[in-house]
């Protein structure tokens, strides 16, 4: 246990020295962080020319069901696709994010479009479910398309049932508040609107995503996968001095020599989560973007970091065993990070990727390490919600620190 311990401060001590590699560690997702988040702000916040998918399931055999989705499908910014009522549970779909939007229009839709959903115990018009992530102004300009739908259909019956709209000029004094009510009631449908989240937890937060929301955590773990640099400078300047032989003498077991090392940069990523989670929640919003929201679930944060940091620790000691020289590690190690980025949603959010390439991040562990910071920044899950994607990381970490381990016996 002695020995251990000594070898823990030996460690400390190589790595307090590489002041080079730590500056890499800060600095480097510092300057992304605040370069992406600035940057990118309006591309989050206005997604122009862009079309929103979303279903209806239509349960209303009437014609008025018809119609109303006529009307919405004569939206261009909107797509509608009609699933059948047999189809797959609608929460998961939209939850899943398949869909956007989700329109259900009830069987007795044509008696609750008379009532006018009004908030005097009459039944809602219908029901609009909306994904987790979905940014406030979309769904408010497709609430105002739905609402726009379901007043043109009230206005046709009251014009079919009465002839004609009450005329001001025909209205007497008594008369007027009675039309001023019917236009108030037909401007203000009451739509169940709900948030699916992947819990099939209809209770979503009202937080939404933003630059600095994807950035922060998508270069957090990039940063971490980045150990690489100063942990194969150490591995492999300590292999060519013969530490490790001399190590080994003292019966040192590789297990203990691995995790030796893995301690001190494990320190090093808290480090670097609470110092990332600073830049957005502070600097970023003083060069005029928006501010890092607070995570759901302090647990859920250490529990997804320290998940995150055992697998890139993992990732980083497996690739300085296998490497004889500091460029050889630095090389391998930079492009399988940029590798990983690319793939796993750092580098282009996953969200704007087509289909194909959202099925294929999940190759990637920094795809599962970003998810799961997504679901305390911005999804505000519990932390069991980080359980999944924490349990693959560690997974990847074992994996990769096992290979390490044989590998560094067939070394030393």
């Known amino acids: 246990m002695n020995k251990f311990i000594a070898l823990l401060k030996k460690e400390a001590l190589v790595l307090s020295k590489d ?3 730590l500056l890499v560690l800060f600095v480097m997702p510092a300057v992304f962080i605040l370069i992406m988040s600035l940057a990118m702000q309006n591309a989050f916040d206005e997604q122009q020319n862009v079309i929103i998918e979303y279903a209806i399931v239509n349960h209303s055999e009437g014609e008025l069901g018809d119609e109303l989705i006529g009307l919405l499908k004569a939206d261009p910014a909107f797509k509608a696709t009609i699933l059948d009522q047999a189809a797959a549970p609608l929460n998961s ?22 009532a006018g959903g009004d908030e005097n115990g009459a039944a809602p018009v219908l029901q609009v479910l909306i994904a987790p992530t979905v940014k406030s102004y979309l769904k408010q300009l497709f609430v105002a398309l739905v609402r726009g739908g379901i007043v043109q259909l009230r206005m046709a019956q009251l014009l079919a049932d009465g002839g004609s709209l009450p005329q001001q000029s025909d209205s007497s004094e008594s008369d007027l508040p009675d039309s001023q009510n019917m236009l108030a009631d037909l401007s203000q449908v ?10 099939n937890n209809n209770n979503a937060s009202s937080a939404t995503p933003s630059s600095v929301q994807q950035n922060v955590p998508a270069w957090l773990i990039f940063a971490m996968f980045f150990v690489i640099i100063p942990i194969s400078t150490a591995f492999i300047i300590e292999k060519q001095q013969g530490t490790f032989v ?33 830049v957005g929640m502070a600097v970023v919003p003083l060069l005029g973007g928006d501010r890092l929201n607070w995570p759901s679930s302090a647990a859920g944060l250490f529990i997804i970091t320290s998940a995150a940091s ?76 980080v359980l999944p994607e924490s349990l693959a990381l560690l997974g990847f970490g074992v994996v990769c620190l096992i290979a390490a381990i044989f590998l560094f016996k067939r070394l030393v």
């Open 93 to 114: 779909l939209v939850a899943s994010e398949r869909y956007k939007f989700a329109i259900v229009i009830p069987e007795d839709f044509p008696q609750r479009l008379a």
């Open 246 to 278: 001399r190590l080994r003498l003292l019966n040192l077991s590789a297990l203990h020599l691995m995790l030796a090392k893995l301690a001190p940069y494990y320190v090093v990523n808290l480090i670097q989560m609470a110092a990332m989670i600073a």
């Open 310 to 385: 055992f697998a890139a620790i993992g990732f980083a000691l497996l690739i300085a065993t296998l490497a004889k020289t500091t460029v050889q590690a630095t090389t391998m190690g930079g492009v399988f990070n940029i590798i990983f980025g690319a793939l796993g949603g750092i580098m282009v959010p996953k969200f704007v990727m087509p289909p194909t390439m959202q099925e294929i991040t999940v190759v990637s562990p920094m795809s599962w390490g970003l998810e799961g910071f997504l679901d305390v920044f911005l999804r505000n899950q519990p932390w069991h919600a």
């Open 19 to 21: 002041w080079h590699g």
């Open 190 to 199: 009451d739509l169940s609107l709900s948030y699916v989240m992947d819990n």
